[in-house]
């Protein structure tokens, strides 16, 4: 076991499915029948989005009109998108997280590189689901398709490219300090 445990590749893949392991337990069990952390990074996500579809000069539905259950945010004319737990990026963040840790790297670089990497995969969100408003108000039948083919590979290109940046360029593993 010990030849194996200096594999590089080998520590990866434990250290990345225990790190899932132990989000999947967390989650499944605690987060998400609490609900708490999915309704408040719901919450930020139809904030910001409202925010920003104002800055662009659309009237939004006021989501405090819908009552602190509602997950929708959208221009006023359509029916808005609604946010599922599964499209707040909790999900996305742990993958992300989790592969940056388990990837073998400078710690002082994980410290910082982890926490862009979830707030830029946040803003992307966000830019998402405004995306999704405006095509909810002006293209309704292409929401569908946008939402579960486009911006799906969007979002998951964007995070593939963090982590080969990561591996590639902050990582310095192959390479002379």
């Known amino acids: 076991m010990k030849g194996l445990w200096s594999n590089p590749l080998f520590r990866f893949i434990i ?12 989650y499944s069990n605690w987060l998400q029948p609490q609900g708490i952390v999915d309704n408040w990074v719901i919450g930020i996500i139809i904030n910001h989005t409202d925010t920003l ?17 509602v997950k929708t945010v959208g221009i006023v004319g359509s029916s808005g998108v609604w946010i599922g737990d599964a499209c707040n990026g909790l999900t996305l963040f742990a993958l992300f997280s989790g592969f940056v840790l388990a990837y073998p790297g400078p710690m002082i670089k994980k410290i910082w590189f982890v926490p862009f990497g979830i707030v830029t995969i946040h803003l992307l969100n966000v830019i998402r689901v405004t995306a999704l408003a405006v095509i909810a108000k002006y293209y309704p039948s292409s929401l569908d398709f946008n939402h579960t083919y486009t911006f799906t590979i969007l979002v998951y290109s964007y995070v593939f490219g963090l982590w080969y940046f990561w591996a590639n360029k902050l990582s310095k593993v192959g390479q002379e300090n």
Request: hydrophobic fraction near 50%; charge should be negative; aromatic fraction near 24%.
């Open 15 to 26: 250290y990345a499915f225990s790190l899932y392991l132990l989000w999947f337990i967390l």
């Open 53 to 69: 579809l104002s800055i662009l000069g659309f009237e939004t539905h006021s989501p405090d009109i819908y009552g602190p259950d």
